[in-house]
Nanobody, 127 residues
Framework: QLQLVESGGGLVQPGGSLRLSCAASGFTLDYYVIGWFRQAPGKEREGVSCINSSGGSTNYADSVKGRFTISRDNPKNTVYLQMNSLKPEDTAVYYC????????????????????WGQGTQVTVSS
């Protein structure tokens, strides 16, 4: 069974950090673009960051630039999202997704580019 599983979410105070993980089972992530998306209550799902198959190219939403870092460890079949200087507005369910195709700017925003999705992990930033 092809699966993506997110972990690492939780409750953190403003200014704190979390590292999310996205692990694949049933297939290798080596050739896939991986994206992180988030969805807050009452809002649409939005792209946070994405990374190409080699890890050499990344893209970030303006709202997280300089605070979040995406990376991948292909031998471990895992992609990470390091989130620093967290703000209350970062509160959301975070999803990872995998898609196959040529790298381009659409990967950050277009959910239709992705073939596989995880179940999501809750991130809550609150004092």
């Amino acid at each position: 069974q092809l699966q993506l599983v997110e972990s690492g979410g939780g409750l953190v105070q403003p200014g704190g950090s979390l590292r999310l993980s996205c692990a694949a089972s049933g297939f290798t992530l080596d050739y896939y673009v991986i994206g992180w998306f988030r969805q807050a209550p009452g809002k649409e799902r939005e792209g946070v960051s994405c990374i190409n198959s080699s890890g050499g190219s990344t893209n970030y939403a303006d709202s997280v630039k300089g605070r979040f870092t995406i990376s991948r460890d292909n031998p471990k079949n895992t992609v990470y999202l390091q989130m620093n200087s967290l703000k209350p507005e970062d509160t959301a369910v975070y999803y990872c997704a995998a898609g196959f195709g040529l790298w381009g700017s659409s990967w950050l925003s277009e959910t239709s580019e992705y073939d596989y999705w995880g179940q999501g992990t809750q991130v809550t930033v609150s004092s």
